[in-house]
Structures are given as structure tokens and as C-alpha cells.
């Protein structure tokens, strides 16, 4: 009798215990996917910012290289330098730099419940107006 | 003796109902606390659900500014936009929500009902260039009884003003 009831007990604990910890984990799913949503907007500042740099003097852009906390969030930005292939004048891992061409890569990082968590935005930038 | 040994097999001894109470009594705290927890956990994934619909407010105002030709005019709450031959386009902080506004009708609000707007500033940056508008989006949820205020940020250059 008394394990019956033991057995039946612990059976209907650790099912409502499991359905607890589902509940709880929906929860951190749920604010993971609201900050996100933040990063994206984040990313997409820092990409506009790139630009705002182009259009005031190309000469700002090679020198982006900055890091600022907004809020919960870390947000960097580099920009690096890019080589064409000398034949194709493709971008390339080799060949001559080009002055005229800047990678960027700005990165969006927050704590999530003790995890680092990274989103990164990465692409080139002319310079059309000199 | 056959009277004591009577009671003994129909009754519950007192160690036995000991027992049965305790594990009762904690079986029932946990199922308690299991269902507050359940029922919290449900409020906030409800809330932070709100919080990622109302990045559709930053996205339809960054995608309106996007497209725009030139600012008509900027306050701290209020941008008109102008987006083509006598059209426009005005975003417009009143009370705790936003408006908009085209070609001078209010066409609703952008928040839904259980969100509060309690801060939209715009900020307008000018390049040698072109023109940008700074958004800084604060809002929170009517629902909410921690009343926590979530902020969006996003700043786009208006790709008309080339």
C-alpha cells in the first residue's frame, strides 16, 4: 500500500516538476527572442553608422574601430581592409589592397542567463563620393 | 487479544498516518508552487511576446524613414517625412502612444492597445552627404506589474536624400 502510493506520488511530482522547468525554459527562450530583436536593431545602427561615416568623409571610415555598451548589450565595430585579385579585381583573401573598399564587421554581444550570446553583421562599404 | 489484534490490521498506526500527512503535505506544496511558477512563467512569456511585437513599430518607422526623400520637419516626439509629390508621412508621440500620419490623416496607432509608448525621441543628424534620423523607442506592457520599460535604438540614413 504504502509504496503504491509512494511510486504514484513520486510519478506525479516528476511530471509537474518536468512540466515546471519546461514552463521556466519557455520563459528564458522568450526573452532570448526579444533580445534579439533589440541586436537586430543594434546591428543595423551600427551598419547605418558605417554609412553616416562614408558620407562625411571617407577617411572616418578606415579609422571605425569602437566598442559601447548600450543597455545589456556590447556593441563593436572594425573595420578591416580588403584585397582584390589582381587579374579578376574580385575581392579576395589575396591580391592588392584596395583603398577604396572596407570590410566591416560590427558585433552585437549580451549575457543570456550566463551565456554569452553573439550576433554579427559583416559587409563591405564603398567609397562612391571621392 | 483477538480484540487488539482486530484493531490493529484495520486501523493506521500513528507512524503510519505520520507518514501519509507529511508526504501529503509536501506533494501539495510542490504542486503549488508548480502552478504559481506556471502561471508566472505564462504572464511573462505573454509580456516579453508583446515586447517582440512591438519591434514592428521600430521596423515600420525605420523602413518609412528609409524610403523618405527629405525631412519636413523634426521635433523631439514629432517627424514629418517627406515620401514623394505632396505625401507625407509623420510619426507623432501622444500620450503613451504613436500615431501616424499620412498626407495629414491619422491612420491609427502603431502600438497595439497593452503597450505603452512612455518615450520616442527623434534626433536628426545631417552628413556632408545626406540625411539621418536617430530613434530612440521606449515602451512598456499595460500587463506588467514589474512595470519594466524596454528600449529599441536604430538610426537610419534616409536613402532618398542622396
Do not use: C
Amino acid at each position: 500500500m504504502v509504496v503504491e502510493i509512494l511510486v504514484a506520488v513520486s510519478i506525479i511530482t516528476i511530471s509537474i516538476l518536468v512540466s515546471m522547468a519546461v514552463a521556466q525554459k519557455s520563459v528564458y527562450v522568450s526573452r532570448q527572442a526579444f533580445h534579439t530583436t533589440q541586436a537586430a536593431f543594434l546591428l543595423e545602427e551600427g551598419a547605418e553608422d558605417a554609412r553616416i561615416a562614408r558620407d562625411n568623409a571617407w577617411s572616418n571610415v578606415a579609422t571605425l574601430n569602437s566598442s559601447e555598451q548600450i543597455g545589456i548589450f556590447t556593441r563593436t565595430v572594425i573595420a578591416s581592409s580588403v584585397n582584390r585579385d589582381n587579374t579578376t579585381k574580385d575581392i579576395s583573401s589575396t591580391g592588392t589592397n584596395d583603398p577604396g573598399t572596407k570590410l566591416i564587421t560590427i558585433t552585437v554581444s549580451w549575457l543570456e542567463g550566463g551565456v554569452t550570446i553573439s550576433k554579427a553583421l559583416q559587409f563591405y562599404i564603398m567609397d562612391i563620393f571621392s | 487479544m483477538t480484540l487488539i489484534s482486530n484493531k490493529k490490521k484495520n486501523g493506521y498506526a500513528v507512524l503510519e498516518l505520520l507518514f501519509y500527512i507529511a508526504s501529503f503535505a509536501i506533494f501539495s506544496l510542490i504542486v503549488i508552487n508548480a502552478m504559481i511558477t506556471m502561471s508566472r512563467s505564462f504572464r511573462e512569456t505573454a509580456i516579453q511576446a508583446e515586447f517582440v511585437q512591438s519591434g514592428t513599430i521600430m521596423e515600420r518607422i525605420s523602413r518609412e524613414i528609409r524610403q523618405a526623400n527629405d525631412i519636413n520637419s523634426i521635433g523631439i516626439n514629432d517627424l514629418v517625412l517627406n515620401t514623394g509629390v505632396n505625401e507625407t508621412m509623420e510619426f507623432k508621440f501622444a500620450g503613451s502612444d504613436i500615431q501616424l500620419w499620412d498626407t495629414g490623416s491619422n491612420i491609427g496607432n502603431l502600438n497595439s492597445p497593452s503597450i505603452a509608448v512612455t518615450n520616442l525621441v527623434f534626433t536628426s543628424i545631417t552628413t556632408a552627404k545626406s540625411k539621418v534620423v536617430k530613434i530612440v523607442l521606449s515602451i512598456k506592457s499595460n500587463n506588467d506589474k514589474l512595470n519594466r520599460t524596454v528600449d529599441f535604438y536604430d538610426t537610419i540614413v534616409l536613402r532618398g536624400s542622396y
